[in-house]
């Protein structure tokens, strides 16, 4: 509801001026967002559903570069909303329905509710992920962008494309949004492999049913006519139904003779092929999917699926919750990934002793890493080796002074 009364509230009026965006290609910015051909391959949904999880595990936070230097801003109004961007999700929850659209349509859309202070600046209350049936790009006389959604429910809307936030996936294309030409995933390639797969597996449930079909024939050594061949069909039929032991009884007039079925499955390695196929459209490997991966290939997984989707992530935001004064002063929005992501024990260790060594970590960021809870007591406290400290201690201020330069004032003058 308060998503409703904002765009009620703040949506552009119908204006007679208002055209088709301009595209250089001639298409009319018109785009239905329907992409769910592919998703009924379960190969396909566990592809996607490995890329979201590991995705929702990014931790967004704004920061303020300074020079080479970046200052995170822990109480501003915009790290409180990445914490939780709205009423009813959390961060994890936005996150999720964000790359599950962004994956289904190849866009994903994100609205941001705000309020005008007495300055006039917005100060923004929510973030709501939506999901449009139809988008449409507008364009006023002078130029400015504008964008038309439809819903399920029949209701349409029209914002500044300025107030919205836009992740497109595969980016090439078109110029206004993600996949191929019309703004919707291209998945000709990939169907071609998913009907492959399909055949396979159709053959595969097929000979599974031959083989519970028939196994084998009774012969008689004695001539029947139709009334007492029907009569002992039944017969043979109701003992096969009764049989739990495996063996069936017959008198001395009948002869039962096995069918040799072998059943030919289709075999592993072709399944695999076709498997990694599907998989490999989405850049997620057997060994992510199952699970069962080592450091190596989940940083190539990282570095390949995963970090350029968090960085124009994290671009897209930026750019829907900054002004242009706020981005020259360096204020940003980035997702940063799990806290060591990559590190067994033993790397994490060999990772702190250098940390320590150079007083770069705090005491409890050694404490949390390897799965112990902060304390308050040490709140603040740098962690630092022994041998440094005294190190440091034991000099003189004389040498404290040559080795830093002498002290400056907040001019950079001695």
């Not at 592993?268 to 076709?274: E, R």
């Amino acid at each position: 509801m308060n998503l409703i009364e904002f765009i009620n509230k703040f949506k552009k009026p119908k204006n007679d001026n208002m055209k088709y965006a301009e595209m250089l290609n001639g298409y009319i910015p018109i785009f239905s967002q329907f992409g769910q051909d592919i998703y009924a391959s379960d190969v396909v949904q566990q592809a996607i559903s490995c890329l979201v999880t590991e995705l929702t595990k990014v931790n967004p936070f704004h920061i303020r570069k300074n020079g080479s230097d970046l200052v995170p801003v822990e109480s501003s109004t915009i790290q409180r909303l990445l914490n939780q961007p709205n009423e009813r999700m959390t961060q994890s929850d936005f996150f999720e329905k964000v790359f599950w659209q962004l994956f289904l349509n190849y866009n994903a859309f994100i609205i941001p509710t705000y309020v005008r202070n007495n300055k006039g600046d917005k100060e923004f209350t929510a973030l709501y992920p939506i999901q449009p049936t139809d988008v449409t790009f507008l364009q006023d006389p002078k130029g400015k962008l504008g964008i038309k959604f439809k819903f399920f429910n029949g209701y349409e809307t029209i914002l500044a494309y300025s107030d919205v936030i836009h992740i497109r996936y595969r980016y090439s294309i078109n110029e206004l949004m993600g996949g191929n030409e019309f703004g919707q995933p291209d998945n000709k390639a990939l169907l071609k492999t998913l009907e492959l797969n399909d055949t396979l597996l159709q053959g595969v449930a097929k000979a599974l049913k031959s083989s519970f079909s028939i196994n084998g024939v009774i012969k008689y050594n004695t001539l029947l006519d139709d009334g007492k061949m029907e009569k002992n069909i039944k017969a043979i039929e109701e003992r096969l139904s009764k049989n739990e032991s495996g063996f069936l009884p017959l008198d001395i007039k009948g002869e039962y003779i096995p069918l040799q079925n072998k059943i030919e499955l289709v075999d592993a390695t072709t399944l695999k092929f076709i498997d990694e196929k599907i998989l490999r459209n989405w850049g997620v490997s057997l060994p992510i999917l199952t699970g069962d991966y080592t450091k190596a290939q989940y940083e190539a997984f990282y570095q390949k699926s995963l970090e350029p989707i968090i960085k124009k992530t994290g671009e897209a935001i930026t750019m829907g919750l900054f002004t242009e004064r706020e981005k020259g002063f360096g204020n940003a929005v980035v997702l940063y990934p799990h806290e060591l992501i990559f590190m067994d024990t033993g790397q994490k260790i060999d990772l702190f002793d250098l940390l320590v060594d150079s007083g770069s970590c705090y005491k409890n960021e050694v404490r949390t890493a390897f799965g112990m809870k902060p304390l308050p007591e040490l709140v603040g406290q740098i962690a630092m080796s022994s041998n440094k400290t005294n190190a440091e201690n034991n000099k003189t201020d004389e040498q404290k002074n040559n080795e830093g330069g002498g002290k400056k004032d907040e001019q950079g003058v001695n």
